[in-house]
């Protein structure tokens, strides 16, 4: 069974820094796709960031250039450094876990909800003006 615990969230200033970890117990870390998802109240969950078990990455056009997703094998950890927090990144945020059955796949798959699995049960981040 694989369990996903996130922490680093919390409330910042606009301009300002955070960066999410997300633990995952269980077997097979270093070849599961792994991903960030969020979501604001009232909206749908999105796809914001993933890195596969080849380190290819991908990034919603939004968070492009501010947010970087990583991922430490050896302590079975995936990180999300934030900069430039904006209002608008205010949402809790997810982190999710699939396995790589059936090879690679497009990166644009890697932000599609219905690829993961396995889910976290949040972090709250908030940025204020």
């Known amino acids: 069974q694989v369990q996903l615990v996130e922490s680093g969230g919390g409330s910042v200033q606009t301009g300002g820094s955070l960066n999410l970890s997300c633990t995952v117990s269980?077997?097979?870390?270093?070849?599961?796709?792994m991903a960030w998802f969020r979501q604001a109240l009232g909206t749908e969950r999105e796809g914001i960031a993933a890195i596969d078990r080849e380190l290819r990455t991908t990034y919603t056009d939004s968070v492009k250039g501010r947010f970087t997703i990583s991922r430490d094998n050896a302590k079975k950890t995936l990180y999300l450094q934030m900069n430039s927090l904006k209002p608008e990144d205010t949402a809790m945020y997810y982190c999710a876990s699939a396995g790589s059955s059936g090879g690679r796949v497009p990166l644009f798959r890697l932000l599609v909800s219905d690829l993961y699995n396995y889910w976290g049960q949040g972090t709250q981040v908030t940025v204020s003006s």
């Open positions: 269980g077997n097979g870390f270093s070849s599961r796709r």
